[in-house]
């Protein structure tokens, strides 16, 4: 069974940074993706970013393109998501996800495995 922990998140100011962790465990199949996306109060989830763990190929969400960045240690196990040029509206619960088995790995529905979740606080 795959297991997702998130860590991480904080408050911060706009224009801050925070960068985001998610140890990741469990995997059974030697071909998956994993994910991060978001959900703010009363909005639908968005994807922001995936990537390819056998590697490390990112996809990323238009609307994040060039201010967050995700990446893969494999020696750690563990899927961080930079996140830099922090706005308000960025705040929102963050979430790890994996897709087990997956290889196409777009920030988009299909993942079948979810982290916990890490708050994100973003103020003006």
């Known amino acids: 069974q795959v297991q997702l922990l998130e860590s991480g998140g904080g408050s911060v100011q706009a224009g801050g940074s925070l960068r985001l962790s998610c140890v990741a465990s469990?995997?059974?199949?030697?071909?998956?993706?994993l994910g991060w996306f978001r959900q703010a109060p009363g909005k639908e989830r968005e994807g922001l970013a995936g990537l390819y763990m056998n590697d490390g190929r990112p996809r990323y969400a238009h609307s994040v393109k060039g201010r967050f960045t995700i990446s893969y240690d494999n020696a750690k196990n563990t899927l961080f998501l930079q996140l830099n040029s922090l706005k308000p509206e960025d705040t929102a619960m963050y979430y790890c996800?994996?897709?087990?088995?997956?290889?196409?790995?777009?920030?988009?529905?299909?993942?079948?495995?979810w982290g916990q979740g890490t708050q994100v606080t973003v103020s003006s």
């Open positions: 469990g995997f059974t199949y030697t071909s998956n993706c």
């Open positions: 996800a994996a897709k087990s088995p997956g290889f196409d790995c777009p920030p988009t529905p299909g993942y079948n495995f």
